[in-house]
């Protein structure tokens, strides 16, 4: 009887057949080919996305330095008479930007000299 166990878990462990192996797939060279050229064209359009971006960035900070238009530049007259005393305006009108407007309003809301003091150093302001 032990003999019969001992055959039937030799027969259970030691089992003579092979695993099924996967199946391998063979790729020709114009797969590979198209493979790549799927991939590199997907690169160029990525790099080109890239770019476009860094375009419209860069457009978005050059937009400070658009100049005025004629409502704008009223109202950033309007406010460099009310600091007229002190500052009075060093460039010509026309060269005025957003920008510029911008800290005028800043200075119009918030009264910190030190934005009046950027725009001296601008050349927009004089004393």
Do not use: C, W
């Not at 934005?115 to 004393?127: F, M």
């Amino acid at each position: 009887m032990e003999s019969l166990i001992k055959g039937f878990i030799d027969k259970l462990f030691k089992t003579t057949q092979k695993p099924p192996q996967p199946e391998v797939k063979y790729v020709n060279h114009a797969e590979v080919e198209a493979l790549v050229e799927l991939r590199i064209k997907e690169h160029a359009a990525s790099l080109q996305t890239a770019t476009n971006n860094q375009e419209v960035q860069k457009q978005n900070s050059d937009q400070e330095d658009y100049t005025l238009t004629q409502k704008q530049m009223e109202y950033a007259l309007s406010l460099i008479d009310k600091i007229k005393p002190e500052f009075e305006l060093a460039v010509d009108p026309a060269q005025l930007t957003i920008k510029d407007l911008n800290r005028l309003i800043a200075y119009n809301r918030y009264k910190n000299k030190g934005t009046l003091v950027n725009l001296v150093k601008k050349g927009v302001l004089r004393k």
